[in-house]
């Protein structure tokens, strides 16, 4: 009887330990910005407008588009932020398009941040800077 409620108390510890987990909360400035400047600035900048996004900070990101919001916060099942990014690779929009796909982990931090409410600081916190375009001079 002990041992049972021994497992008893350390399946309680553990769970505990997940949904702590899964309510940590996600920072944009540490987690959600890296991430979406290694990922996804190449493609999604002022210079190079794939599918009308721009990440370059958030009233780009926010802005309205023909194809309706990339980011609904609270929203992740209807963000297409999110959404792409769980497509399968052979997929027409998943997303990257190319190359190696983004962890699961990663993706995970873009639903539970969308979840919490997408939050992305305004100012220099939050701009994304996208890769230095090659001048026609050389330099």
Known sequence: MKSLSRFTLAAAFLLAGALHAADAKVDFTTQIKPLLGTRCINCHHSGALFGELNLENREMAFKKRANGPVIIPGKP?????YLVLKLPPKELKAMPPNGHRIPDREVNL????????????AGAEGVIQPPRMKTSSGS
């Open 77 to 81: 099942d209807s963000s297409m932020l």
């Open 110 to 121: 873009i639903h539970d941040w969308i979840r919490q409410g997408a939050v992305w600081p």
